[in-house]
């Protein structure tokens, strides 16, 4: 039976302090139904702050005590040392203290898998006391799991039980929880024999189990993502394909819903990640079960919130061992910041580039480390492969811990051996750039090798030539020639959508000598006599302009801000490399890059011709402190200069309130008198690698390339990423 929201528009809805909105109309029996659902996702394991959210959980649901719901939707496995070492028993403890009343998995449940099973999960189910919810998941091959798992929806439920989904009745009134997972955990998890069908079959069969029982209050528990992979299963497609269902709480593209999104007859909320927030929805139902009334918000994590003294003490018995395993050393240190960062728009990130996106010094030096620990077992061995979704963080300049390492690489992938075809290596490439300038976990990192991809061609047709680099010899990858690969066993089983490679695994084109990631990379870490990779141009994404080739040492720096949508050519198919930048551009470009905006006006006098667009630009630029004008003109056509462009970097560095101190200011004879602040800027660009000289010369007066300014302004975006 179809089901109506009885609710008013957001541009109706009264101003509160959570999100919510006034019923049209009311029942007219006026029996009214009140429920609150608390809800995580994607905690990942992160329990640094658990006993915070103990603390919030004990205090919503003593506000309502007789109607309220506590569940998760799912990936409390994974990403943290608390995982690596307990194996998620140290979260089940927790959630059982909170009295969680239901879960389903989500894809990284999966992650410890193997052909033959998943016992760490199974111990996992077993200690829960409470139910897990899961309609389309079949764990029949699965011995761990044998007299676990029911094919039903059921009133008659236990604890550490697995239902496609379960009737609790809340307050007299039944509630109905059905979970779903995505069907994408077979190709980026380690499932093993676990099995994932269609999620909206699934679906229609769980709304119509639960209303031919009578019950007309559905929720759905999903891990298929908010509005991702819309060929696979998004929860915005639920909601428009599957009538009957009143609230998804989802998960998995750790997406935070600062408030319900309402799509048709169906509410959907998801928290964001990591433990970052607490998801609370207050919903009321008529007697037909029809939303009329809801509100909803966030609550944040954070130091506000006083830890609960119960759960704080537990945690202290966890993060002792964490803490002694976090602070061992390595014996390496870094030299630099080991780029491991993701590009996320939404979350204010600035930089375009990160390991799924784009190659970096740590994606570099993990690779390498491959490589070089596969040519110690198989000297054959000439390429090296990492997905970019294994890379989970970022490791800053420094002593190199034992725990950075295992945060980097937390799901202790084994290293493999492929034998593959020129061709199967292409169609990796293609798959790896396919979703480019997107984020994609699949994107590969690269050693003893390089390659270029055209994201203008369609996906499939992007990747050009690429090449073995080796020491004292470069040369073409040959489709119809074999080649030994190093990858992680994640990737070469058909992790991330890698079916060729799934294909020569299950070929027996594979050895798997057995060594850890982390482990691999401590080793090989400490075993270098300066830890300080670089980008050095391994994947170079070509650009529309005719006047930047692959082979141009700017090529990549342009190809980040072209591709991050921060500056554009001269024309559509020149960039004009050897050409000045106009100090107006300069300013654009930073201020773009930064994402800085004023509602001031510029005060500069020269402005009248220039663009509505640039002034608003230069505003900002002025009102952060970044350009000063001369004369109260800002001269914006006047080609900006070495030490101009130095200053408005520099400036631009301490817009957040970061400091700099120079090492020396005496590395150039020909900006000494040139003032504190020129000399400081100059030191600034030269110590952090954004600019170079030119002997003992920095030419403060010469006029700035666009293609130099596209170097400067590429890495002084690393830079930011690194603070």
Do not use: C
């Amino acid at each position: 039976m179809k089901k109506k929201l009885l609710m008013t528009s957001v541009a109706g809805a009264m101003a509160v302090s959570v999100f919510g909105f006034q019923a049209a109309e009311t029942h007219a029996d006026n029996h009214e139904f009140e429920l609150r659902v608390l809800h995580t996702n994607d905690t990942h394991a992160n329990l640094d702050d658990v006993a915070k959210r103990v603390t919030l959980v004990k205090s919503l649901k003593a506000e309502m005590p007789d109607s309220n719901l506590l569940v998760d939707a799912g990936d409390v496995f994974s990403g943290s040392l608390y995982f690596n070492e307990f194996r998620g028993q140290a979260d089940l403890e927790f959630m059982n203290l909170m009295g969680y009343d239901a879960m389903v998995f989500g894809n990284h449940e999966f992650d410890l898998g193997t052909p033959e099973g998943h016992p760490e999960l199974a111990e996992f189910v077993k200690g829960a006391d409470f139910p897990f919810v899961s309609s389309n998941v079949d764990f029949s091959d699965d011995s761990n799991f044998d007299g676990l798992q029911f094919f039903e929806y059921t009133t008659e439920f236990e604890n550490g039980e697995i239902y496609n989904g379960v009737i609790r009745e809340v307050n007299g009134e039944q509630v109905g929880i059905f979970g779903l997972t995505t069907e994408e955990t077979a190709s980026i998890a380690s499932p093993g024999p676990v099995t994932f069908s269609n999620y909206l079959d699934a679906a229609e069969e769980a709304v119509a189990a639960f209303e031919d029982a009578g019950v007309n209050k559905i929720i759905a528990l999903t891990h298929i993502g908010f509005n991702d992979s819309a060929a696979v299963d998004n929860d915005m497609l639920l909601a428009q394909s599957v009538e009957g269902i009143d609230i998804i709480v989802g998960g998995h593209t750790h997406t935070e819903l600062s408030e319900p999104e309402a799509v048709g007859d169906t509410l959907i909320v998801q928290t964001g990640a990591n433990n970052d927030n607490l998801g609370q929805l207050d919903v009321t139902f008529d007697a037909d079960g029809v939303i009329t009334n809801y509100e909803g918000t966030l609550h944040e994590i954070d130091d506000s919130v006083e830890a609960d003294t119960e759960a704080a003490e537990i945690l202290a018995e966890y993060s002792s061992v964490i803490d002694e395993l976090k602070n061992r050393p390595s014996g390496a240190e870094a030299e630099v910041f080991l780029d491991g960062s993701r590009y996320d728009p939404a979350n204010g990130d600035i930089n375009f580039g990160g390991v799924r996106i784009n190659e970096t010094n740590l994606g570099n030096l993990i690779t390498d480390g491959m490589l070089w620990k596969a040519q110690s077992i198989d000297p054959d061995t000439v390429i090296a492969l990492q997905n970019g979704g294994g890379i989970r963080a970022s490791i800053s300049e420094g002593p190199i811990t034992y725990g950075e390492a295992l945060t980097v690489m937390p799901f202790g992938n084994d290293l493999a051996i492929m034998n593959l075809t020129g061709a199967e290596i292409y169609e990796a490439l293609e798959l790896s750039v396919s979703q480019y300038p997107a984020e994609s976990g699949a994107f590969l990192h690269v050693a003893g090798m390089s390659f270029s991809f055209d994201p203008a061609m369609e996906a499939g047709s992007r990747v050009k030539e690429a090449y073995v680099m080796m020491e004292d010899e470069t040369y073409v990858i040959e489709e119809d020639e074999m080649y030994k690969v190093a990858t992680n066993v994640f990737t070469a089983t058909g992790g991330d959508g890698y079916d060729m490679l799934e294909e020569a695994y299950n070929d027996g084109r594979v050895s798997e000598p057995g060594y850890r990631d982390y482990e691999t990379f401590i080793e090989y870490v400490t075993s270098l006599d300066e830890v300080a990779p670089e980008k050095e141009g391994r994947i170079i994404a070509l650009t529309p302009f005719e006047d930047v080739t692959e082979n141009n040492w700017y090529s990549g720096y342009v190809a980040d801000l072209y591709y991050g949508s921060i500056l554009n050519g001269k024309s559509e198919t020149m960039f004009d490399s050897l050409g000045t930048l106009s100090r107006a551009q300069a300013a654009s470009f930073i201020v773009r890059s930064l994402g800085l905006t004023t509602d001031e006006e510029a005060s500069f006098s020269d402005l009248e011709n220039v663009a509505e667009a640039t002034q608003n630009e230069i505003a900002a630029a002025a009102a952060n402190g970044i350009v000063n004008g001369i004369d109260g003109e800002f001269r914006p056509y006047a080609p900006v200069t070495r030490s101009q462009l130095a200053l408005m970097l520099y400036r631009a560095y301490m817009v957040d309130g970061e400091e700099f101190t120079p090492e020396s200011t005496d590395y150039f004879t020909d900006v000494e008198g040139w003032g504190e602040e020129t000399t400081n800027a100059v030191s600034f660009v030269y110590e952090t690698g954004i600019a170079s000289g030119y002997g003992d010369q920095y030419r403060p007066l010469a006029f700035s390339t666009r293609a130099q300014a596209a170097k400067m302004i590429s890495v002084f975006l690393d830079v930011e990423t690194m603070e």
